[in-house]
Antibody, heavy 114, light 109 residues
């Protein structure tokens, strides 16, 4: 099934861009038939799907975040990335990456604060 | 965009009892693309069920999923102490947006 690990800054300034990376081990981001997802969970709240990229390169985003989100894949380093622009405190959350529904990373906490 | 509504919000039960969790979709879900997750405090969610009724690897058979169309159910036949957690349903699949329900907390009575 493989393993996933999120990485990136724990603190982001308001109005800046949040950038996270998900490293994939035990598998390839180029393998067919998978969706590479980002999900987040604000403190004390439920899960929110952010979006995914398919092996074809097609992307699908949560309509509520679509104007600020971009997900990309780097096949040379076997990882995929999340970019979220113009962040506010409401974007503070634990961010998870996932391969389909079966394999999730442990999550990384991001706080938006000056 | 399909909206998933889970009920009840909180379920208070004792170990050994049966738990029945509901997930209702605002539109018909095609091809059984419905999953259930368990989340314990401070941990990432763990998938229990996918494809409406397929248990993920290593998941005990006391967990079962059922349903079709717009109504789906997660049943825990006999609650073990480690089953007290928050449960989420999720609509997933290719070529459209995904969504989670708001969660059901199963707490010790």
């Amino acid at each position: 099934q493989g393993q996933l690990r999120e990485s990136g800054p724990a603190l982001v300034q308001p109005s800046q861009t949040l950038s996270l990376t998900c490293g994939v081990s035990g598998g390839s981001v180029s393998s067919g038939g998978h969706t590479w997802n980002w999900i987040r969970q604000p403190p004390g709240k439920g899960l929110e799907w952010i979006g995914y990229i398919q092996d074809t390169g097609s992307t699908y985003y949560n309509p509520s975040l679509k104007s600020r989100v971009s997900i990309s894949v780097d096949r040379s380093t076997n990882h995929f990335s999340l970019s979220l622009t113009s962040v506010t405190a409401a974007d503070s959350a634990v961010y998870y990456c996932a391969k389909g529904v079966l394999v999730w990373g442990k999550g990384t906490t991001v706080i938006v604060s000056s | 965009e399909i909206v998933l509504t889970q009920s009840p919000g909180t379920l208070s039960l004792s170990p050994g009892e049966r738990a029945t969790l509901s997930c209702r979709a605002s539109e018909r879900i095609i091809r059984s693309y419905l999953a259930w997750y368990q989340q314990k405090p401070g941990q990432a969610p763990t998938v229990l069920i996918y494809g409406t009724s397929v248990r993920a690897t290593g998941i005990p058979d006391r967990f079962s999923g059922s349903g079709s169309g717009t109504d789906f159910t997660l049943t825990i036949s006999r609650l073990e102490p480690e089953d007290f957690a928050v449960y989420y349903c999720q609509h997933y699949g290719g070529s459209f947006t995904w969504t989670f329900g708001q969660g059901t907390k199963v707490e010790i009575k």
